[in-house]
């Protein structure tokens, strides 16, 4: 159903083996905190990393991962059918969630269907 916001499992990567294929690419585009790898695929879909390095707290990674959720999730439908996997730098943990959003929104409009 066009417009609606859900991030259907099918809209996931969840294997290794998926996110292998996306590093095999060596394509990526990045600012001060996150990385987004990505490789062609049928439909927009997502695929995370958070790491320990980022932040040894588990809320403050948690804190991330919801934010490139959901900043995905509004984006989903005018992206190019891509496979993205979204790296965090350890700079991400510091930032607010408004800061994250726009950073994640910016990397976002250079895969834009628009564009």
């Known amino acids: 159903m066009p417009g609606r916001l859900d991030l ?4 996931r990567l ?7 294929r996306v590093f095999a690419t060596r394509k990526a585009r990045s600012n001060r905190y996150f990385t987004i790898h990505y490789a062609p ?4 879909r997502l695929g995370m990393a958070v790491s320990r390095r980022v932040s040894n707290k588990a809320v403050v990674r948690n804190r991330i991962r919801r934010q490139i959720r959901e900043s995905f999730r ?9 496979d993205f996997v979204v790296v965090a730098r350890p700079a991400a ?4 969630k408004t800061g994250l959003r726009e950073a994640l929104d910016q990397l976002w409009l250079r895969f834009s269907v628009d564009q």
């Not at 969840?14 to 292998?20: C, D």
């Not at 509004?74 to 891509?82: E, V």
């Not at 943990?93 to 607010?96: C, L, Q, R």
């Open 93 to 96: 943990a510091k930032v607010d």
């Open 74 to 82: 509004h984006q989903r439908a005018h992206l190019k059918a891509m």
């Open 8 to 11: 259907p499992r099918q809209a």
């Open 14 to 20: 969840l294997a290794g083996p998926e996110f292998s």
């Open 41 to 44: 695929a049928d439909e927009p």
